[in-house]
């Protein structure tokens, strides 16, 4: 179901045809895999700031849950900034169980992708204590597709972000969990890997939004010849790169914009013969590919 119209525009980008419209992928039977996709919520108790509506994502998610629940995903996946910052602890706290709470009540298992903003002044086990998540990075399978989520939030010198600890520019993956990275993919037995993260990793690295050592992610993403597709946050905009046979995409932030029509969330199929589909509601732009 559309909640609104997109442009409908089609660009070759190397030997993948990619759809921006809500055209269907050449896979016409059952996907192997569907999950729901939102991220950058900001979710506060605190007065707009530019164009975030910090109090305004509560309702923005309760919508895509509604259609969520009638799309029956295997699990959903929040990319990060699910929070926005706050100056003491407790606060930030509260800003999580508020809408911890609320995601819980979406269909499907859950994932958290760490942000930026959700270890402002929490500490990860902290944040992670309230999402009943053990780990902040980590991969699982479902139906012959392998899943991977991604933690960025490390200074240069490989101190974990906390306590206002960092500069949101300076995210990076440490070599622990490139090392970890590396491994898990090598033994995987899937053929298609789809890999969450918050900070990008399409960007040349000393762009702001972008993890420093982006281009050495890549690298092992390339090598390891399964990886479908990145999905992430962070930046805010709709936003797609394909290199080396692998798409990146960048989801919108539901933050951004009042009103129901400037809410922006997905919904990701993956098929058997390697297609993918993104369907895109409100402001988020609809993908497919083989």
């Not at 759809?19 to 605190?46: C, M, Y």
Request: aromatic share 8%; charged share 25%; hydrophobic share 35%.
């Amino acid at each position: 179901m559309k909640l609104h119209p997109h442009s409908r525009r089609s660009f070759l980008m190397g030997s993948s045809t990619l759809i921006l419209a809500s055209g269907t992928s050449s896979a016409q039977n059952t996907p192997l895999v569907r999950a729901g996709l939102v991220t950058d919520l900001h979710h506060a108790d605190k007065e707009t700031r530019g164009s975030r509506h910090y109090r305004e994502s509560l309702r923005k998610l309760e919508e895509a849950g509604k259609l969520f629940s009638r799309y029956e995903p295997d699990f959903i996946v929040e990319l990060g900034d699910i929070i926005d910052a706050a100056e003491d602890v407790e606060t930030e706290l509260a800003y999580l169980g508020t809408v911890h709470k609320a995601f819980s009540r979406l269909p499907g298992e859950k994932h958290y992708v760490l942000g930026n903003h959700c270890v402002d002044t929490l500490t990860k086990s902290e944040f992670l204590g309230i999402v009943g998540q053990d780990r902040s990075f980590y991969s699982f399978d479902r139906n012959g597709v392998h899943f991977i989520i991604l933690d960025s939030c490390f200074r240069s010198d490989g101190e974990p972000y906390q306590r206002k600890n960092f500069q949101w520019t300076d995210a990076n993956i440490p070599e622990a969990e490139l090392d970890w990275l590396e491994k898990d993919l090598q033994s995987t037995s899937a053929e298609q890997v789809i890999v969450f993260a918050h900070q990008r990793l399409d960007l040349e690295d000393s762009e702001n939004h972008t993890v420093n050592n982006a281009s050495e992610v890549r690298s092992i993403l390339e090598k390891a010849g399964k990886v479908r597709a990145v999905f992430q946050g962070h930046s805010h905009k709709n936003d797609h790169n394909e290199t080396g046979g692998i798409h990146y995409v960048t989801l919108v932030a539901m933050v951004e914009g009042s009103g129901a029509e400037n809410n922006g969330y997905s919904t990701l199929e993956v098929f058997a013969d390697g297609s993918l589909r993104i369907d895109g509601h409100r402001n988020q732009d609809d993908y497919a590919w083989t």
